[in-house]
C-alpha cells in the first residue's frame, strides 16, 4: 500500500500529503501550501521516489503557494477541476487579503471535467478517482484512492467539522448535499484526509459531524 506522508505547513497549517508508491517508485503530492515544497523534495529524494502529479482539491492560496514552484523543479503534472483553474492563473488576483509572500501562477495545468472521473498516474499504478463536491469553492474535488480506502477531501470536509462557505463561490446547501451524497457513499472505513486538522474517517463524520451527520 502507497505511503502517506502529512506535512503540516504556512501560516494558517494547511495539509500537504505526499503520496509515495515504492513498487512504482513514484509519488503524487495532494495540495501544495507555503513551505512544503523543501519538505516534499526532502522526502521524494530518500524515498528514491519520482514526483509524477501535483493534485490539488481546490485553489484557495493556502493550498496553492507552493505549487508553481513545485512543478517547476519537478517536472509533475499539476492537476485541477476547469472551474477552480481561474485562481491559479491570477493567485495575487484572487487571495481575499493582502499575503506576505507572492504565489506564482500555474498556466498549464491539467483540468479535470464534470462530476467525476479518473485520474491517471501513469504506467503500473491504478488510477485515482475524483468527485466534483462544490461548495467551498465552485471547483472543490476530493480524490479516492479505492485500494487503498483513503479519501483526499480538501476543505470539503473536516474532522468534526465541514468547509466554509462564506467566501466567494461557497454555497453551503450545495456543500452539504455533496458531503451527503457523495462521500458519505463511500465505506464506513474509509480514511478521510482533510485540508486541515486531523484524519478521520467516512463512517465517524456521518454518525457524529455536527454539519452534515445523522443528528445533524
Known sequence: MPTVHAFECGPVATMCYLVCDAHSRTA????????CRDLVLREVLRSGCTLS????????????????DLSTTTGAKVVV???????????MGHSLWPLP???DPV????????????????????????IHTPGHTEGGVCFIDVASKRVF?????FNGSVG????????????????????FALDD???VFPGHGPTTTIGAERRTNPFVGELA
Open 164 to 183: 466554509r462557505t462564506d467566501l466567494p463561490g461557497g454555497d453551503a446547501e450545495q456543500l452539504f448535499s455533496k458531503i451527503r451524497d457523495l462521500l
Open 28 to 35: 503524487y503530492v495532494v495540495d501544495a501550501p507555503y513551505g
Open 101 to 103: 509572500f507572492d504565489i
Open 81 to 91: 477541476h476547469e472551474a477552480d483553474n481561474y485562481r491559479l492563473l491570477d493567485p
Open 189 to 191: 472505513d474509509y480514511e
Open 53 to 68: 502529479h501535483v493534485l490539488l482539491t481546490h485553489t484557495h492560496w493556502d493550498h496553492t503557494a507552493d505549487c508553481a
Open 153 to 157: 477531501v480538501g476543505d470539503t470536509l
Open 107 to 130: 498556466p498549464n495545468a491539467a483540468l479535470l471535467h464534470g462530476d467525476s472521473g479518473s485520474v491517471s498516474l501513469g504506467e503500473g499504478r491504478a488510477p485515482l478517482q475524483f
